[in-house]
T-cell receptor
């Protein structure tokens, strides 16, 4: 049973550039959420995708955007990178299906983004 | 707005001691979910437990136990006979139930408690 996978593992970008991070959910899951975790802090919710639409969004600027594909995998895009965007980006998956919704979110290993 | 507070930034105990991690939450919803996650040095968050707001029954799983008290808005986590492998950062998190359409909201995390178990 494949867990949540994310790519790449590490990434170094320059301020002002754009970055795309990828996530494949746990087998059988249909909902993907993205989180940003700064060093020494708890993860902060960016947004959640379900049925290929952004379902809920946290307090992040429009520079952060995403997409979900028909196979439930997802991308997180960040434009005009700032130094403050350096963080661990975590993807989590869950299941939202009438009658069998699981409220647990299972996390991937994360992508460590460094902006210089 | 929802909020999770983990007042203990760091706890250090000697192996085999019992240790309790505190979690206090705030929410206006009557239906919500509480979670504990473990984050070892590798960085991946590991799910430990979920509790529904309408189920205040405490739970025990091996050396782990959780005490949920709605009256004090607390969801504390106790490790009995701690082991070095328990060393990690532990996060308490809250999720509110979405409206029609089901599913749960994104998680609101506390700042975490760094637990150090010394041999």
């Amino acid at each position: 049973d494949a867990g949540v996978t994310q790519s790449p593992t590490h990434l170094i970008k320059t301020r002002g550039q754009q970055v795309t991070l990828r996530c494949s959910p746990k087998s059988g899951h249909d909902t993907v959420s993205w989180y940003q975790q700064a060093l020494g802090q708890g993860p902060q919710f960016i947004f959640q995708y379900y049925e290929e639409e952004e379902r809920q969004r946290g307090n992040f600027p429009d520079r952060f955007s995403g997409h979900q594909f028909p196979n439930y995998s997802s991308e997180l895009n960040v434009n005009a990178l700032l130094l403050g965007d350096s963080a661990l980006y975590l993807c989590a998956s869950s299941l939202n299906l009438a009658g069998v919704t699981s409220y647990e979110q299972y996390f991937g290993p994360g992508t460590r983004l460094t902006v210089t | 707005a929802q909020k999770v507070t983990q007042a203990q930034t760091e706890i250090s105990v000697v192996e085999k001691e019992d240790v309790t991690l505190d979690c206090v939450y705030e929410t206006r919803d009557t239906t919500y979910y509480l979670f504990w996650y473990k984050q070892p040095p590798s960085g991946e968050l590991v799910f430990l437990i979920r509790r529904n707001s309408f189920d205040e029954q405490n739970e025990i799983s091996g050396r782990y136990s959780w005490n949920f008290q709605k009256s004090t808005s607390s969801f504390n986590f106790t490790i009995t006979a701690s082991q070095v492998v328990d060393s990690a950062v532990y996060f308490c998190a809250l999720s509110e139930a979405q409206g029609s359409g089901g599913g749960a909201d994104g998680l609101t995390f506390g700042k975490g408690t760094h637990l150090i178990i010394q041999p």
